[in-house]
């Protein structure tokens, strides 16, 4: 079984809205629900960010101090246990890879900065954005019983394609647009979901 | 950048050798050098474990006394903090999930034995074989540098297939077979190939 999670807004809180808390830029509160498309979103979060002079060094000051949410540590130690666990996410390795290592260097999958020698960023490497299933795609052809878990329209390819797809805390309308998916609102929700899978369901995907 | 790369020959010795070595048959010790279809290996294999009345848990104990490389929890160490590690192997879950366990919990994709009420192994679920590139392909379009580590045959499509393929120790005539493929014979000659990799060839795969 492969467990395959979002990170942000399921494991962690939004980055971005840290970031924009911490230097009071109501501009980087603005997600993919107020500009839905993710590389329009990100070339206004990269021209802000150089308006205000942030530099990459910054942005990862922030980030080193957002805390995982509560029991999700304890979430991925069961999760590990029961399968392989890949987290994929629209964030970018520079802000999480140390929040990922906290959890005990699980794999993450996601983007990267480009910056220039002063560490502005000047760019990005969208590896993960809206490819999100593509990544487990090869994993379950070869026959791998995948759970997928997010929590917003960025994870919808990857819960529509998993066998056992979980909405953790999802927005009202999702949970609206996408009624048959199992929401899972605590971690105790989670795992009782996964533990809901016949074994032999997981054997012959 | 990925890290794949291959458990037994590469983080620890063969398992199968250490079952036939305790148990004293002969016959265990064949690999796909001596039957090159794995299939008809497992079918071998799994016929003379019957016949022996040898059962799964007569294997998990040899398996768990089998001692990983020295070094390789190092290297494996070295290698999760420059990119994202997957152990793909032809072994089956039963036998090495706690050996990997011991590394540090990385993702092992592998495959899985099937057994009867009693333990005896009736057959097995084979995810990888063959496959081994496959769990890969989709991580390489999306753009991830992919490193891969293998040691034989079974090894030889993930090689071909990643950016910077190495062997490690392998025999004398895949040496000659692939002469185009790096060799390393130590973990310090591993980690040394992955370093010589440019880090622009990283970032633009």
Not at 93 to 111: I, Q, T
């Amino acid at each position: 079984m492969i467990i395959a999670t979002d990170l942000e807004g399921v494991l962690i809180p939004e980055i971005w809205d840290a970031i924009a808390s911490e230097y009071g830029i109501d501009e980087l509160h603005l997600t993919t629900r107020d500009i839905p498309d993710f590389e329009e979103l990100m070339e206004h979060r990269v021209n802000v960010l150089n308006r205000e002079d942030l530099r990459l060094q910054d942005l990862q000051k922030v980030a080193q101090d957002v805390m995982a949410f509560p029991g999700s540590t304890e979430f991925l130690n069961w999760g590990r246990r029961r399968g392989q666990i890949m987290i994929i996410s629209d964030t970018f390795h520079e802000l999480s890879d140390p929040l990922v290592w906290e959890f005990g260097g699980y794999n993450l999958f996601a983007n990267q900065f480009s910056t220039d020698s002063k560490g502005r960023i000047t760019g990005y490497k969208l590896r993960i954005r809206g490819m999100k299933w593509r990544a487990l795609e090869k994993l379950r052809d070869i026959g791998f019983f995948i759970v997928a878990i997010g929590d917003s329209h960025n994870d919808l390819s990857m819960l529509e394609e998993a066998h056992h797809p979980i909405f953790f805390n999802p927005p009202q309308e999702l949970r609206e647009k996408c009624s048959d998916f199992p929401v899972a609102e605590t971690y105790d929700e989670l795992r009782e979901s996964i533990l809901s899978v016949p074994a032999e369901s997981i054997e012959n995907p």
